[in-house]
């Protein structure tokens, strides 16, 4: 069951090269970029929750950053809003001054993403021109800025399915949207743990079960949060609010209405709100797991540490959704609720990455 090796050896070409003060340098950008994009994830999810994220229908990505200056530039957007559905059928009637307050929210989650996108482009260029980094992490870095770029045009792609018929935004945008700013935020997470100090493979996954665990945690989060996006693009969490039944029953009815059958886990509320039940609860069963088992291997300190951490949080984030659920997606829980998944994927990235090493 344990496999022993007791060779040691630094984990890729990453950063062999850079010296502890630009390893540190990089390391606190890239901590600080997360921190950036974790903000976005509740700027994000305060836009969708107060239903502010159509109120801005153009997407001009050089010019846009500035808003309204003037009562005529305010009556313009406005003008242009007056013609979408979300208007016409939900906001009939809004003044311009409730307008202005589901305009700002918008705007600064624009802006904020032109924000990071400066953030990393300078710092990234400083450090190219200073020569202080190698082929291979120029490499994952413009990777990583191309997955940001995407992601704008993302969203406003999400953005654009709710400007026509339905006053709503496609799921599978939304997901999509989220999907990537998912992959984004794992891509720095563990480039900014990895620079920071190297991992020493000191009898390197000394116990496979471990790693494997780790991926399997991380795997269950991710896929949790992608099924919490078609929640919320459903508005599931409105629906079936008692916990732990769903209309009286453990497994609903109304799970395979649609056809064909795979369109359920994706367009049918009942589904798609069991589905998230569901894999929250894997969630919680696999981290009581990993931590069992680190528990029973006394060597990776730091590793149950940080599964100690995961457990706490997972265990508040289970609780914290089943609250809102509960409580009908008041806003203050539901964006707690997403912050936490992403908290619980950081001490997950955490754990895996001490588990393959000690550093």
Not at 76 to 98: C, D, H, I, V
Not at 116 to 134: H, S
Not at 154 to 166: A, C, F, N, P, R
Request: aromatic share 14%; charged share 10%.
């Amino acid at each position: 069951m344990f496999i022993a090796n007791s060779s040691v050896k630094m984990t890729g070409d990453v950063d062999e090269a850079l010296s502890d003060d630009v390893r540190a340098n990089i390391s606190r950008w890239l901590f600080f970029m997360c921190a950036m994009v974790f903000t976005m994830v509740m700027i994000g999810g305060l836009t969708r929750l107060t239903h502010s994220g159509l109120s801005m229908v153009v997407w001009r990505p050089v010019t846009g950053w500035l808003p309204p200056l003037n009562l005529q530039d305010w009556q313009k957007s406005f003008a242009l809003y007056r013609q979408t559905p979300e208007y016409l059928l939900l906001n009939f009637g809004m003044t311009l001054s409730e307008f202005k307050s589901i305009y700002w929210l918008e705007y600064i989650h624009r802006l904020w993403g032109r924000f990071i996108g400066l953030a990393f482009v300078i710092p990234f260029g400083y450090f190219v021109i200073r020569r202080q980094l190698n082929k291979s992490l120029i490499i994952k870095l413009l990777f990583v800025l191309f997955l940001g770029a995407s992601q704008g045009f993302l969203g406003w792609y999400m953005v654009k399915s709710g400007l026509v018929e339905k006053p709503d935004v496609s799921q599978y945008r939304l997901t999509l949207h989220l999907g990537m700013t998912i992959l984004i935020y794992i891509s720095l997470f563990w480039l900014a743990l990895h620079i920071r100090k190297p991992l020493l493979l000191v009898n390197p996954i000394t116990w496979r079960p471990i790693p494997v665990m780790g991926l399997m945690v991380i795997t269950f989060i991710c896929l949790t949060m992608i099924a919490g996006s078609l929640v919320a693009g459903l508005k599931a969490g409105f629906t079936y609010n008692t916990f732990p039944l769903m209309d009286g029953k453990i497994v609903p009815d109304g799970l395979w209405i649609l056809s064909p059958f795979y369109l359920n886990f994706f367009e049918n509320i009942t589904m798609v709100q069991f589905q998230h039940r569901l894999l929250g609860c894997g969630s919680v069963i696999i981290v009581t797991m990993l931590a069992f088992n680190f528990y029973r291997n006394s060597n990776l300190y730091y590793s149950r540490k940080a599964t100690a951490i995961l457990a706490i949080c997972i265990l508040l984030q289970f609780l914290t959704g089943v609250v809102t659920l509960v409580y009908v997606v008041p806003i203050s829980l539901a964006s707690f609720h997403q912050l936490m998944a992403f908290i619980c994927l950081s001490v997950s990235i955490w754990i895996l990455f001490s588990a393959r090493g000690q550093n």
